[in-house]
């Protein structure tokens, strides 16, 4: 270990010299990192093909390099002008971002690729590619120099002209490649387990598919065996084995009543794939809460989301929230528990045969919103018993619990890997403190 920053005079003047707080100790006597702007480190690479190219089209996500046919579902965008061109190694990224964030993607495939011509298409010269790809995508410093580029509007422009004005700090060659194989190395570890995490969501996707009756049919591809000779599965409207259907809203004044603590008031953005997403929770007081407490929510309740973006999904209530309250974007399903489970119907909700069905009520299938009406005659298929509903809605449960440690793994490690590069990375902003 060592300290982040050290001095050295010259002419009488005392100039900092950065280090990294967390050192190899092999560098722990080398000189300091030296602020140099990354333009003669980097390489215009862009190109163009034809629109009607056999290159395969891909676009720069913040997922990473994904093909085009595959990413919107075997479409590939249809595209009247040319193409730009990623050969192997070289970075590619988004010049425009809604946010100020950017993503930096290499082209790892082994060939070309075409991308928009748009993109940016760049490779390094006597700068280790590993290292600078850490600090385009994960260093605050990089974030920093991102959002200075704004300049009205509501995109951010960076430009390739721009990124080479970049000015960072940079340590020898050596050491750049040290930082990089460590970082590399803690990479394959995310993307393993993000590969796990995608492997069990596409397991439940597949077991879901099988659970629930398909379109026409009485009974699933799958039945547990104390299920088997039980007879068909009926079809029912929602309406009928629920006790409440509503949504509530939003309290006058909107962010300014929300609180620290209090009563837990839930948006669409808390609402996942089956999962409360609480991170971010807003509270209401209890004047506030009384106002409008028919919304109050109860354990087990769905949650589903009906306007925006997020429409369609469902979470189930929990005693986190139990006693709080949902905004007008969020509808509560409340069941009669001894004729629909609960847990049964949110995993319904979010199968493929229950988003089909949420398609079905949105004009033109652009998902603009549900109301009430439409949302008591859901035409949900159930099973003849209880039993053989709890048994789905604890098989499907117990997937969505490894899902949740599994992904929390993930989340372990890329938290990891942030803390790893405020070690492993001195900050100019500490030369000023």
């Not at 060592?2 to 050295?8: F, L, T």
């Not at 964030?101 to 993109?119: C, H, L, P, Q, R």
């Not at 109860?298 to 949650?303: F, N, P, R, S, T």
């Amino acid at each position: 270990m060592s300290s982040k920053s050290e001095s050295v005079v010259t002419n009488g003047a005392v100039n900092p010299v950065l280090v990294p707080k967390l050192r190899f100790p092999e560098f722990r006597q080398a000189n300091g990192w030296e602020s140099k702007l990354v333009g003669p480190y980097l390489e215009d690479c862009s190109g163009r093909v034809a629109s009607d190219t056999e290159l395969p089209v891909y676009s720069s996500t913040r997922e990473g390099l994904k093909r085009q046919d595959a990413y919107f579902d075997g479409r590939t965008l249809l595209n009247s002008n040319e193409y730009g061109v990623v050969p192997p190694g070289c970075m590619v990224y988004r010049h425009m971002s809604d946010d100020g964030k950017f993503k930096f993607n290499i082209n790892e495939t082994g060939g070309e690729i075409a991308v928009s011509k748009e993109y940016p298409v760049f490779k390094t010269k006597d700068l280790n590619h590993v290292f600078l790809l850490a600090k385009l995508n994960d260093s605050p410093e990089f974030k920093k120099f991102a959002l200075s580029q704004k300049a009205g509007g509501t995109r951010t422009r960076l430009y390739f002209s721009r990124l080479c004005e970049w000015q960072t700090l940079l340590p020898s060659s050596a050491e750049q490649q040290k930082i990089a194989d460590c970082l590399s190395s803690l990479d394959e570890l995310i993307a393993a387990q993000a590969r796990k995490v995608d492997v069990l969501k596409t397991h439940k996707k597949g077991l879901m598919q099988q659970l629930f009756p398909w379109e026409d049919e009485t009974q699933p591809r799958f039945r547990f065996p104390e299920f088997q000779d039980i007879g068909n599965w009926e079809e029912i409207e929602l309406g009928t084995r629920t006790k409440k259907v509503g949504s509530g809203i939003t309290p006058a004044g909107g962010d300014k009543n929300y609180k620290q603590f209090g009563r837990p008031f839930v948006r669409s953005q808390n609402v996942g794939w089956g999962v409360l997403l609480l991170d971010d929770i807003a509270y209401i007081d209890d004047e506030t809460h009384a106002s409008f407490n028919s919304t109050e929510i109860q354990a087990w309740d769905v949650l589903l989301n009906i306007t925006g973006a997020s429409i369609g999904r469902s979470a189930l209530a929990d005693k986190r929230i139990a006693g709080g309250n949902v905004n007008q974007h969020v509808c509560i399903i409340r069941t009669k528990p001894d004729e629909l489970n609960p847990f049964f119907l949110n995993q319904y909700l979010i199968s493929d045969c229950g988003q089909r069905q949420i398609d079905s009520f949105q004009a033109g299938g652009n998902r603009q919103g549900l109301n009430f009406a439409q949302i008591r005659s859901f035409t949900i298929p159930i099973p003849p018993t209880r039993q053989e509903q709890q048994r789905i809605a604890v098989c499907l449960g117990s997937l969505d619990a490894q899902i949740t440690a599994e992904t929390q793994k993930l989340e372990t490690l890329k938290t990891h890997k942030k803390g790893l590069m405020q070690q492993l990375f001195p900050s100019p902003d500490e030369a000023a403190a």
